[in-house]
T-cell receptor, first 113, second 114 residues
Framework: ETGVTQTPRHLVMGMTNKKSLKCEQH?????MYWYKQSAKKPLELMFV???????ENNSVPSRFSPECPNSSHLFLHLHTLQPEDSALYLC????????????FGEGSRLTVL | GDSVTQMEGPVTLSEEAFLTINCTYT??????LFWYVQYPGEGLQLLLK?????DKGSNKGFEATYRKETTSFHLEKGSVQVSDSAVYFC?????????????FGEGTQLTVNP
């Protein structure tokens, strides 16, 4: 058990669908992150939430919409995605003021048809 | 900007062979350094870390030493097992009050054959 749980683990959606990815951390952390992992590309930081406030949005298209209702939960709302958005989406959490390490979930594998 | 460069993979070894995966970084200041491992179908797991120069991180037989002079953090293991087959990522971060910004290398695929 990683302490960071992501659901669903696999998701297939059409370009006109709306879906959400969910992340929950049980580590008492106060910062949460979304990363995108595509084949043959480095991990890309998408969003950072610190104390439930979004502090970073790395030029991510508006078809990705994050939500952090409390320090334990993070969502990524998806709508009108493109096939190139197919990737593994990784959620992570950390403790502010710690040594900077992130704790990752197992990822949600998204396929956009 | 900050960056991490890892040796290109894939790396294929026989069981019990010695492993080195090179990692060098470019950063202003002194970051914390990490090695993460990703097993097939899973997320990233922290393997080891070092937060200051000359620190040695170690875990599960893997080691890496923070070398400020050569800006390196090479991963080593004396005797690899089939179960070590995975992708290994080197990363750096600076402490920030608004959360960590990990910069990752591109990953090195390791395959260990029996």
């Amino acid at each position: 058990e990683t302490g960071v749980t992501q659901t669903p683990r696999h998701l297939v959606m059409g370009m006109t669908n709306k879906k959400s990815l969910k992340c929950e951390q049980h580590l008492g952390h106060n910062a949460m992150y979304w990363y995108k992992q595509s084949a043959k590309k480095p991990l890309e930081l998408m969003f950072v939430y610190s104390l439930e406030e979004r502090v970073e949005n790395n030029s991510v298209p508006s078809r990705f919409s994050p939500e952090c209702p409390n320090s334990s939960h993070l969502f990524l709302h998806l709508h009108t995605l493109q096939p190139e958005d197919s990737a593994l989406y990784l959620c992570a959490s950390s403790l502010l003021g710690g040594t900077g390490e992130l704790f990752f979930g197992e990822g949600s594998r998204l396929t956009v048809l | 900007g900050d960056s991490v460069t890892q040796m290109e993979g894939p790396v294929t070894l026989s069981e019990e062979a010695f492993l080195t995966i090179n990692c060098t970084y470019t950063a202003t200041g002194y970051p914390s350094l990490f090695w993460y491992v990703q097993y097939p179908g899973e997320g990233l797991q922290l393997l080891l870390k070092a937060t200051k120069a000359d620190d040695k991180g170690s875990n599960k037989g893997f080691e890496a030493t923070y070398r400020k002079e050569t800006t390196s953090f090479h991963l080593e293991k004396g005797s690899v097992q089939v179960s070590d087959s995975a992708v290994y990522f080197c990363a750096l971060s600076f402490k920030e009050t608004s959360g960590s910004r990990l910069t990752f290398g591109e990953g090195t695929q390791l395959t260990v054959n029996p």
